[in-house]
């Protein structure tokens, strides 16, 4: 049996529930490293809201709305982008995915893939529309959408990664 | 999850529900909050920006080794592939930039004696910091890059920052070890430039894509597509003739620019101080330059 009090189980607690936060904050970080690959445009890719999409859908309590609000100011700040508008942005992603994760349980990854293509629609407008409202003209789209393809084709690929991540976590959780 | 706690977490979790329900509006609000804070006053988390890229950067600095090398392998791989052809253009543009050289060196001596005819006092040589570029944000909404030099290694806001074709943007953000460049092609970047041959006055104005145009043109003026775009030194951000790039074609809207540069590609860049406070800087700056302007002799123009 476990001992619940022991400051062994009390690391390991803390150590699974910040796994989240800590891998949505690194992917935050390595959205910002130069690629420079020949012949691509520079692009951005969403892994924060991959991220962001995965544990809210899967196991919110691990991903708390304070976690999300911090990971967006992060972005903005290291972006250059207007302070709060990742965190907006993340956060109403976050609230949607929260309040449909009923309708997502059980569901096949084709169908959870979807709701990532939905979701990252409504954050692309929105963060479109916010800084087109804030620049006081219509910004260019062109890069939203190549954003937009980007991150959803790549979905996959990270979702696999997390559910091996989220695993291992509740293993003996 | 599964309930740990029995009855006692069965009548917490409707409260909880609560709570979390308002905390989520909270932070929502206050996000929303924040936009506004700072669009009414983009100072207001300047200080707070430059702590928190300051404090990542020796991550982004690490992580942005690797990944330079694995491009500079790309690079390799593909310039290997056209080898001939790169060759026999580099021979033709050899010859080309002999007869430059000839040109400028007669040119040299025909100014040094021209110079000492009118004892000229040369500009202060301007001082520059290379610095690596750690990081770009893509350029969905921002088209700026990450440096890993700042105060420390002498970078100021509002210096140039170029690589050897060209002219990248302009230091926007200082921390100690880090610095964010805004580049030409950012929607707020506004530069004023001169066409060489013409010395037709205009304002290169970004819009986040990889092809700024030409603002403030007479109408009855036309520029041919080719012609070099240089700054022109108004304003006092950047000395007059650093490169920029080459007029493409025109259409309606006005003249496109094609940059000799790309930012997001370079991975060194280098920043130069000219010694030109420009519109961005602090004022305290401003006036100490203003002052030392007006000891020395007036610009060139």
């Given at each position: 049996m476990i001992d619940r009090n022991s400051s062994w189980y009390r690391l390991d607690y803390i150590a699974r529930h910040s796994t989240p936060f800590l891998i949505t904050t690194a992917l935050v970080i390595i959205t910002q490293v130069p690629l420079r690959l020949p012949n691509i445009a520079p692009v951005t890719l969403g892994l924060g809201l991959i991220a962001v999409y995965y544990w809210a859908l899967h196991q919110p309590e691990m991903l708390p709305a304070v976690a999300v609000f911090f990971v967006g100011l992060l972005q903005d700040m290291l972006a250059g982008t207007p302070i709060g508008l990742g965190a907006f942005s993340l956060l109403c992603a976050y609230g949607i995915v929260v309040s449909q994760r009923r309708f997502f349980h059980g569901k096949s990854f084709l169908v959870v893939w979807w709701g990532f293509t939905m979701t990252a629609i409504a954050v692309g407008v929105l963060r479109w529309g916010l800084v087109s409202m804030m620049e006081g003209e219509m910004v260019l789209f062109g890069p939203t959408m190549i954003e937009f393809l980007l991150t959803v084709t790549l979905y996959p690929v990270f979702g696999y990664v997390f559910v091996l991540v989220h695993r291992s976590l509740s293993r003996e959780a | 999850m599964k309930p740990h706690r029995g009855s006692v977490l069965r009548f917490a979790a409707p409260v909880r529900n609560v709570t979390q329900r308002f905390a989520y509006l909270f932070l929502l609000f206050g996000a929303l909050a924040i936009i506004l804070l700072g669009r009414a006053d983009p100072q207001i988390f300047e200080r707070t920006r430059v702590a928190v890229t300051d404090m990542v950067t020796p991550l982004l600095d690490a992580a942005s080794r690797p990944l330079a090398t694995v491009s500079d392998v790309v690079n390799e791989a593909r310039s290997l592939t056209q080898l001939r052809k790169d060759n026999a253009a580099l021979r033709l543009e050899n010859a080309r930039l002999i007869q430059w050289q000839t040109a400028a060196r007669t040119l040299i001596s025909e100014n040094e004696e021209l110079r000492r005819l009118l004892s000229f006092v040369p500009d202060d040589l301007a001082t520059s910091v290379t610095a690596r570029v750690?990081?770009?944000?893509?350029?969905?909404f921002v088209r700026n890059i990450l440096i890993n030099a700042g105060r420390r290694a002498g970078v100021a806001k509002g210096q140039a920052a170029l690589v050897s074709t060209g002219l990248v943007g302009r230091v926007q953000e200082v921390g100690e070890r880090s610095a964010r460049i805004l580049l030409i092609t950012d929607l707020n970047s506004r530069i004023p430039v001169v066409v060489e041959s013409t010395r037709q006055r205009a304002v290169l104005a970004g819009d986040n894509s990889d092809r700024p145009r030409l603002l403030h043109l007479p109408g009855n003026v036309t520029i041919a597509k080719g012609e070099r775009i240089v700054t022109s030194g108004h304003g006092g951000v950047f000395p007059p003739g650093l490169p920029v790039g080459i007029v493409g074609q025109p259409s309606k809207t006005g003249a496109i620019v094609q940059l000799f540069i790309q930012g997001e590609k370079v991975e060194f860049i280098r920043l130069m101080d000219f010694g030109l406070s420009g519109v961005l800087s602090d004022l305290d700056r401003r006036t100490k330059a203003g002052r030392a302007a007006g000891l020395k002799k007036p610009a060139k123009q």
């Open positions: - | 750690i990081g770009d944000s893509g350029g969905t």
